[in-house]
């Protein structure tokens, strides 16, 4: 059973003390491929390092994430731009709007997103959105941008399947993780009603790790929990939805052979 991990920030410190067998074990459940979205600036090094040393299976993104847009943002725009500059990334991301944990930069942070959603169009790549408390916002502001040239995937999507078919006619995928294991998310009902049309798997670990490992450090490896959790919602063999998923993988990171 091949899988992608669309959404994996395996270069965290919660990783990093045991990180070989990680992505050992990740390899074991199947998965072929992590992509690894970007923070700020403090995460680069860590991310590229894992390139570096797996470099058939760990793919950086560029981009600063909305919980560290604040007033300095843009000196971090900056040092995304000087990046996306001089090598290639698999995506622009992650980037988006975050309202959960705090309002006050919320201007900042539609600048910063608006902005890396252009640079995206400009160099052919896909965006990785972040859309915590904010679904209806991001999917307006996409909207407006919308063109052939933008095209990406909203990361950990919990939305309901009314803001999936919008997500989905403006040519974007949805990413689904570990929430939809939670008894309470409504998500394994939407999924009943969306199918696996432009959905792809990711975990975002070491966070939202799903059941029965929540509340744990998130791995790579439990993507496949996941995997045969949307089996068993949509009543069919978890390698139909390892199939499917790992197809639209490839079509949103623009790497079919």
Known sequence: M?????????????????????????????????????IDSSSIEAMLSLENTWPDSCFPMMGIHPCSVNADFEQELAVVKEWIGKRPFAAIGEIGIDLYWDKTFIEEQKTAFLQQIRWAKDLGLPVVIHCRESMDLVIDLVAREADDRLWGVFHCFTGDAKQAEKIREMGFFLGIGGVLTYKNSGLAETLQQIGLEKVVLETDSPYLAPVPYRGKRNESAYIRVVAEKAAEVLGVPPEKVAEITTDNAKTLFNTRE
């Open 2 to 38: 091949e899988l992608v991990d669309t959404h994996t920030h395996l270069y965290t410190r919660q990783l990093a003390p045991d990180i070989e067998q990680v992505v050992q074990r990740a390899k074991d459940a199947g998965v072929q491929k992590f992509y690894l979205p970007n």
